[in-house]
């Protein structure tokens, strides 16, 4: 792999037409054979925002903020060449309601619903939920940055990377979390390994999908030891369905860290759920995501892709 995208280049899209976008889906991003799904979400992401900001370029303010996406991963996608076909399910003065599904191959490998509007120009009433933030441990650009000194920040370590040979996507992020986790729950602050790259609004998916260590603390046998909680056998964890419902906008040029909150309420059966919680860098509640994802051996990660015969219509 000789060059290695930043996640805008990774993420960019072309307009087609009207309502078709292509993309290029990078091996840098992939686990095994597969892009993250998160990954792809925001390739669609980034679509959408391009889609109503050219399109749709008459709507003032434009609506370039996905406020929710819903996608339905039915097939692998594979590193290569996508087309994204977008369809306006709703075009309103606030909101808009976009159906999105990403081809490749000719076969429809994602389907998602994305509500659109312009965030800064949201008006109405807030009021207090009394719902309590997750405890960061460090907070503002400033201390966080002391975690990539090379004394870093007592209390606190940097995530390794299992078999990141295998989830190559795993190299383009390190993660921080303090060296006490709560038991089935994973805390941490993540930033680009490229430093000079930035999490958009779109790259919010892409961590809301970087799950790290969360299966392995499940399977540390009770190891106290952070740095050995993570001998697990190799799995592939191909995503279901993934939601995410964003709270607040970034700049325009992004931020250098988000935190995220993830757990787990059960993993049955190699089938479990994904709940997260993302802050800002300030500590404000920047996102949540949801997802159903499989735990399955990595082998059918590589195995190829077999042809799908169009879903018959009953009537």
């Known amino acids: 792999m000789d060059h290695i995208p930043t996640f805008l280049e990774a993420s960019a899209v072309q307009q087609l037409t009207s309502h078709t976008y292509s993309g290029n889906l990078s091996k840098a991003y992939c686990i095994g054979a597969v892009p993250n799904g998160g990954y792809v979400a925001a390739v669609m992401l980034r679509a959408a925002a391009t889609h109503m900001t050219t399109t749709h370029a008459r709507i003032t303010p434009h609506q370039q903020h996905a406020i ?68 960061t441990g460090l907070v503002g650009r400033k201390e966080l940055d002391k975690l990539l000194s090379p004394e870093g920040v007592e209390g606190w370590f940097e995530h390794p990377k299992p078999f990141a040979d295998f989830r190559e996507v795993s190299k383009r992020t390190r993660f921080f979390s303090a060296k006490k986790p709560t038991p089935g729950v994973i805390s941490n602050w993540g930033t680009f390994t490229n430093q000079s790259d930035s999490i958009t609004n779109e790259a919010i998916a892409l961590i809301a999908d970087l799950f790290v260590g969360v299966i392995e603390q499940m399977d540390s046998d009770g190891e106290d030891d952070p740095k050995k909680q993570f001998q697990s ?65 990595a082998s059918r990660n590589t195995k190829p892709r077999g042809k799908r015969d169009a879903p018959a219509t009953k009537l």
């Open 68 to 135: 929710s996406f819903h996608g339905m991963f039915m097939i692998k996608t594979n590193a290569g060449s996508v087309e994204v076909k977008v369809t306006d399910s709703k075009i309103g003065r606030g909101y808009s309601v976009l159906h999105i599904e990403l081809l490749q191959e000719g076969m429809k490998c994602v389907n998602a619903y994305v509500t659109m509007t312009n965030i800064d120009n949201e008006n109405g009433p807030t009021l207090n939920t009394f719902w309590e933030k997750p405890d």
């Open 233 to 297: 056998v190799k799995f592939w964890y191909p995503t279901l369905s993934f939601t995410l419902d964003v709270k607040k906008s970034l700049p325009k040029d992004g931020v250098k860290w988000v935190f995220s909150k993830v757990h787990s309420q059960q993993v049955k059966n190699g089938r479990w759920d994904l709940q997260v919680v993302m802050l800002d860098e300030d500590g404000e509640l920047l996102a949540t995501s949801t997802q159903v994802a499989l735990m399955v051996d």
